[in-house]
């Protein structure tokens, strides 16, 4: 299985994919399956993606999971089937070390990266933490949610890019956060999927804007992102989760061509 470094390291990027959340079995092997081959054929590193649990909803009746024990087990079938490794995120201290069985990387979400238990717990599994910046943070309060994974004895930090809020309803990317991160001496991950969330709907449902993800995707690769995340989904309007921002997954092998084709030229 590929290491951090070989992962952050890679050129010309790395890709983090998968289904917003685990779904079921069948359908997360599924994903993995068609991503793997897409991006062994491309010369991609690549990591899958899946929520075990959904903590951060808009309704009571929002979907959260398939459950814990399940889900995770699930991820590790992923693991181990196609020698890849995993990420998932956590969200409260506990679950730390509850998903370290299961996975490689430990993700913070954006509305927790402030949280130093949390980010300390993730650190002293010893596996890789993923930081999402906040929608209220510019790049600079990030150098100090990486140093308490550094200081907690773990240097295997990844921080990701995911808009900023703008107004109450929509998000904006600034680009030049993903520079400012990069200066931290970190790799750093734009999160083109989730940066077109729509949030705070009338209807209790995040929306989104999938047509943009092709430009987020481009401008990361030109400023020099290390990796990009992209939920994907072989039908996203039928996904329990963030359907409305997710990329349909026959489209994702196109988008990769071409951003390997941007990478390459620069």
């Known amino acids: 299985m590929i290491s951090y470094k070989e992962l952050t390291e890679s050129r010309p990027f790395f890709l983090m994919a998968g289904p917003c959340a685990i779904e079921g079995e069948e359908m997360a092997l599924r994903i993995a399956e068609r991503v793997v081959k897409v991006t062994s054929k491309l010369g991609i ?23 814990d024990e399940k889900a995770l087990k699930i ?27 299961f996975v490689d990387i430990l993700q913070i979400p954006a509305f927790l990266c402030r949280q130093t238990d949390l980010i300390v717990a993730a650190a002293k599994t010893g596996k890789v933490v993923n930081i999402k910046k906040g929608q209220f943070l510019n790049a600079t309060g990030m150098k ?5 994974v550094v200081d907690s004895g773990n240097d ?17 990317v600034d680009f030049t956060n993903i520079t400012q991160m990069k200066s931290f001496g970190f790799p750093v991950v734009m999160d083109v999927t989730h940066s077109l969330q729509q949030p705070n709907s009338a209807t209790g449902v995040t929306g989104g804007k999938p047509e943009q993800i092709e430009t987020i995707a481009k401008a990361a690769i ?6 990009l995340f992209v939920e994907t989904h072989p039908e996203p309007l039928k996904a329990k989760s963030d359907g409305a921002n997710m990329l349909r997954l026959d489209l994702l092998e196109p988008l990769l061509i071409k951003l390997n084709r941007l990478a390459n030229a620069l």
Request: glycine share 12%; aromatic share 12%; charged share 20%.
């Open 45 to 67: 590193p690549y990591v899958f993606k899946g929520s075990f649990q959904k903590a951060n909803r808009s309704r009571i009746d929002s979907f959260t999971g398939i459950g």
């Open 75 to 101: 991820l590790g079938k992923v693991r181990s089937a196609f020698d890849i490794p995993v990420v998932t995120d956590i969200h409260e201290t506990y679950q730390a070390a509850m998903a370290a069985d």
């Open 144 to 148: 100090y949610a990486a140093q308490k």
């Open 156 to 172: 295997k930090v990844i921080l990701t890019e995911r808009g900023n809020s703008f107004g109450y309803g929509d998000l904006v």
């Open 222 to 227: 030109a400023v020099g992102a290390d990796g």
